[in-house]
């Protein structure tokens, strides 16, 4: 039997925050369907107020799915699928923050991911969510015709993401420092289980069309870029002391906002396996 979960919406385009929830216990399986129910409508879900250890991270990410070690940086000691998500005092740039899908240079990207606070700023560190369904469905039908049959190539050693992780790899780095990860996917791209178009394309990761030359691809991908992450597609979550967000990879974007210099923020992600995207 399922408890009662309260869902509360937090902007129109996507994320609702969950209560009636307690993430450290062992869930029915009748909640846990509730709760992926709410995170295949609304694409990003919250939970506050939760007090989780590593270990019940990982149990409750399981419910869900495979998890994965992050490709690039070790994990937690002791818990290879946890991934720290860090930025210390004396630190300018902050992890992954830029807009971008994880990993879209696997050729099986991930289905989602769970990411708990762990030590916050003061103020600041937030995190924006954008839903890619929605930047699709609000193309011209020119632009989706011409889309179609696009295919974009995702590479793990952009600049402008790679230097947002240059402190960690330095620290724990799991690939050598020239090793490059690369992976075409189709440019729209159709979600698995509810069928909705995604405009499946990001500033982080994908570097020219399949067939195109980066010069030629530039122009349009920078508009797609922009697109994607207008205001009216976007959610904005601050974070508290036991607050855990939950995203569909798939189909949104994140970025953590870089606004709390002086002060350090630790989170532990974890990853859940995904397929290749058609």
């Not at 980066?214 to 508290?240: I, K, V």
């Not at 970025?255 to 350090?264: F, S």
Request: aromatic share 8%; with cysteine.
């Amino acid at each position: 039997m399922s408890q009662s979960l309260d869902i509360r919406p937090i902007a129109g385009a996507l994320g609702v925050e969950i209560g009636g929830v307690d993430l450290s216990r062992d869930l029915p399986d009748g909640t846990i369907a509730e709760i992926r129910r709410a995170l295949l409508d609304h694409l990003v879900i919250f939970f506050r107020d939760q007090d989780i250890t590593p270990d019940q991270h990982l149990a409750f990410a399981r419910r869900f799915g495979e998890t994965v070690e992050y490709p690039l940086v070790k994990g937690l000691e002791g818990y290879p699928e946890i991934t720290t998500i860090v930025k210390l005092e004396h630190e300018k740039l902050n992890f992954g923050g830029l807009w971008h899908a994880d990993t879209t240079y696997l050729e099986e990207p991930p289905m989602g991911a769970i990411l708990v606070a762990r030590e916050l700023p003061p103020c600041g560190g937030d995190t924006l969510f954008a839903n890619m369904v929605m930047a699709h469905e609000a193309l011209s039908e020119g632009m989706k015709n011409l889309l179609a049959p696009l295919k974009g190539v995702s590479v793990s050693n952009l600049p402008k993401v790679t230097q947002t992780r240059q402190a960690r790899m330095e620290e724990g780095a799991k690939t050598a420092p020239d090793s490059v990860l690369t992976a075409t996917h189709p440019v729209v791209y159709t979600h698995p289980d509810t069928g909705r178009k995604i405009l499946y394309v990001n500033g982080a990761h994908t570097c020219r069309f399949e067939g195109m030359s980066d010069e030629e691809s530039a122009p349009l991908l920078e508009y797609l870029f922009e697109h994607q992450t207008r205001p009216e597609f976007t959610c904005r979550f601050r974070w508290e002391p036991g607050s855990i967000a939950f995203w569909d990879n798939r189909a949104t974007q994140h970025n953590p906002v870089n606004d709390y210099h002086g002060h350090k923020r630790v989170m532990h992600r974890i990853t859940l396996a995904g397929d290749r995207p058609s």
